[in-house]
């Protein structure tokens, strides 16, 4: 993949990560293994890609496997655990299709976004601490 196309991505899946920051203190904190986990699924959908599986196919199969998931209370999910982690991780799949790259570059792209993501909300839990004490 072309640096530009690669730089593109990335900003693409940065501004995923931040536009629905607003509501982020309230949502749940990503962990660095849940980060590593999306990596992985990230990848493995990148490899889906490349052994065949279209664009729709896998984000139905997706779409009803969250479902699936929520049935769980939210304690027990991986990744999914409220609305802002789904939109997070479905608009990174759709990515690796409407974006194709390499596997491990789409995990990469995934793990570096989730990790901001991760640390902006941490950022904001703590900015809510400190206005809460005062």
């Known amino acids: 993949m072309k640096r530009a196309e ?3 991505c990335m900003r693409t899946l940065l501004a995923i990560v931040f ?3 607003a509501g982020l203190s309230a949502a749940h904190e990503l962990t660095q293994d849940e980060c590593v ?3 992985d699924f990230i990848k493995n959908a990148a490899l889906s890609r490349d052994y065949g599986i279209s664009r729709d196919a896998f984000i139905d199969r997706m ?3 969250v479902r699936l998931i929520q049935t769980f209370p939210p304690e027990l999910r991986w990744f ?3 609305p802002d982690d789904e939109a997070f991780l479905t608009e990174a799949a759709k990515l690796v299709f409407d974006t194709p790259a390499e596997p491990d570059s789409h995990r990469s792209q995934f793990l570096e ?3 901001a993501r991760a640390a902006h909300s ?3 839990g703590a900015h809510a601490a ?5």
């Open 6 to 8: 690669s730089r593109w």
């Open 19 to 21: 536009a629905g920051s």
């Open 37 to 39: 986990e999306g990596g």
């Open 63 to 65: 779409d009803a496997d």
């Open 80 to 82: 999914v655990q409220d």
């Open 113 to 115: 976004a989730c990790l």
């Open 122 to 124: 941490a950022d904001l």
């Open 130 to 134: 400190e206005a809460s004490d005062q």
